[in-house]
Nanobody, 124 residues
Framework: QAQLAESGGGLVQAGGSLRLSCVAS????????MGWFRQAPGKEREFVAA????????YYRDSVKGRFTISRDNAKNTVYLQMNSLKPEDTAVYYC?????????????????WGQGTQVTVSS
C-alpha cells in the first residue's frame, strides 16, 4: 500500500508559476510510474502529466505542453510538477497518483493510489 502527499498549491496570478510536490511512502517508489491529474468544480478528473519509473519519458496533455514539466527524484521518493505561465483555466485540485500495474498513463482508472490533492487557483 502507498501513501501520497501533495503540497505546493496556492493562489497565483495568471502568468505566474507554482511547483507541486508529491512525496510517496510504501512500496519502492522508483519501480512505478507516476501521474498528475486535476479536477475542477463540476468537471471530471483529467490527466495532466505522467512520468515513467526511470524518469526518462514524460507525457503531457496538450493544453499544458511547453508550460508544465513533470520530474521525479527517486532518492527522495518525490515527483514534481513545475507549472509556468499559469492560466485561469488551470484552476483545479491537483492530485498525484501511482501506477503499480501499468495501463494507459492518461486514464485515472489505471492508477492504484492517490493523494488527497492540493488546490491551485489562478486569478485573471
Amino acid at each position: 500500500q502507498a501513501q501520497l502527499a501533495e503540497s505546493g498549491g496556492g493562489l497565483v496570478q495568471a502568468g505566474g508559476s507554482l511547483r507541486l510536490s508529491c512525496v510517496a511512502s510504501g512500496r519502492t517508489f522508483g519501480n512505478y510510474g507516476m501521474g498528475w491529474f486535476r479536477q475542477a468544480p463540476g468537471k471530471e478528473r483529467e490527466f495532466v502529466a505522467a512520468i515513467t519509473r526511470s524518469g526518462t519519458i514524460a507525457y503531457y496533455r496538450d493544453s499544458v505542453k511547453g508550460r508544465f514539466t513533470i520530474s521525479r527524484d527517486n532518492a527522495k521518493n518525490t515527483v514534481y510538477l513545475q507549472m509556468n505561465s499559469l492560466k485561469p483555466e488551470d484552476t483545479a485540485v491537483y492530485y498525484c497518483a501511482v501506477q503499480y500495474y501499468g495501463g494507459t498513463y492518461s486514464t485515472p482508472s489505471a492508477y492504484d493510489y492517490w493523494g488527497q490533492g492540493t488546490q491551485v487557483t489562478v486569478s485573471s
